[in-house]
């Protein structure tokens, strides 16, 4: 099998991240297809030319369309800001590349429908979505045991993602707190919990939500002095129903103090739980209503399942070595090379990711009165 061919636009923190899982893909998983960078794409020149030796590719450029019309280029990886991913994506299905685009998709709902419009009429086009967290050994395992019942009826569900990276007023604004690029936590990191909860337990039906920016203004970046007003949200909690009748919350924070990255959730129904935390990757809990009781609690309480490294066909690390942010990324990405290869869609694909801005989109419209506000029906 040839190699794919790929063309990424950007180079920051993630390009860096998806850089690093094309390289060690073949390295890891015994029946991978390779994929190789061969061209790159920056907001400038210099940026690019720079990119473009550290991965080791020869083309670079900061005009990203010249990426895109490349004969040598199969998949366009989007890494760029948000409110450029609708001009980049539309226009990569439009050239007939398969897309990987980095969450979130973009920066509303509208544009959001615009771009799953495109994706299925891109015929042949295999896309995917960056929602790296579907793809620990311990929430594919999580799938598992709710899509087998062994949870019964879903009484309720509580979804966080926490930081605290942004409580320094002095940390200086970048385009994460520009409305018109999208930032914010609820889109930064919300977008990740609440595509896991709808991974897991099915549709959004209504949410009613608030959010709160704590620190309104923030030093421009090398000039301390100029101030630039923050009009997107440091925290949001969201109520929200389900379409399968039941009721959750989601919260997110990058104000959450002594907190790193907590992705966590707790899901209860009628036969068991589960619970699972990010900073503790290796484990999903399990607790299930059957086991008996008896003195001292018998043999009912949550099960720690070592889920650890538990990918199929690797060749390393073994399946008792400790998970990592890294191999969730690789695993995600590796899902979405071999489904080009295959010729077969992937999932999360970019309806997906136009489902999490749907839901974003009704959030920041309750947050405005307090009020219930349909999934979809932003009238």
């Known amino acids: 099998m040839k190699d794919l061919r790929v063309g990424l636009i950007g180079y920051g923190f993630m390009g860096r991240m998806h850089t690093f899982c094309y390289k060690t893909i073949p390295m890891i998983y015994r029946n991978a297809p390779r994929a190789r960078i061969v061209g790159v794409s920056t907001a400038h020149d210099a940026s690019a030319r720079s990119a473009a030796a550290e991965i080791g590719c020869e083309f670079a450029t900061s005009d990203w369309p010249r990426l895109i019309e490349r004969d040598d280029v199969d998949i366009i990886d989007v890494c760029s800001p948000n409110a450029a991913h609708k001009d980049q994506v539309i226009a990569a299905l439009r050239a007939g590349k398969h897309v990987y685009c980095d969450k979130p998709l973009t920066t509303s709902a509208a544009d959001a429908r615009e771009i799953a419009a495109a994706a299925r009429q891109a015929t042949g086009c295999v896309h995917q979505m960056t929602f790296q967290n579907r793809f620990f050994p311990a929430t594919l395992r999580a799938k598992e045991l709710i ?71 923030r030093p421009l970046l090398g000039q301390p002095a100029r101030k630039l007003p923050v009009e997107v949200d440091d925290w949001a909690m969201l109520t929200v129903r389900m379409a399968g009748g039941f009721p959750g919350t989601v919260e997110a924070s990058r104000f959450a103090m002594g907190i790193n990255d907590e992705l966590r959730f707790e899901i209860h129904g009628e036969k068991g739980a589960l619970r699972f935390n990010l900073m503790e990757p290796n484990w999903l809990y399990f607790f299930d209503n059957t086991d008996p009781g008896g003195n001292y609690g018998g043999s009912k309480g949550f099960k720690q399942i070592e889920c650890v490294q538990r990918y199929s066909d690797v060749l390393l690390p073994t399946p008792k070595n400790s998970i990592g942010w890294r191999d969730s990324h690789r695993h995600c990405l590796c899902n979405f090379v071999k489904c080009v290869a295959e010729g077969k869609p992937a999932s999360p694909d970019l309806a997906d990711g136009a489902a999490v801005q749907q839901i974003m989109d009704a959030a920041y419209e309750s947050a405005k009165t307090g009020r219930w506000v349909k999934v979809g029906d932003m009238t």
């Open 147 to 217: 899509d087998e019942g062994r949870l019964g009826r879903i009484y309720h569900f509580r979804g966080a993602y926490l930081h605290a990276g942004y409580v320094d007023p002095a940390r200086p604004f970048t385009w994460r707190m520009d409305k018109a690029h999208g930032g914010g936590a609820l889109v930064d990191l919300g977008s990740h919990i609440i595509d896991l909860m709808r991974h897991l337990l099915g549709e959004f039906e209504s949410v009613c939500a608030a959010t709160e920016t704590f620190v309104t203004e």
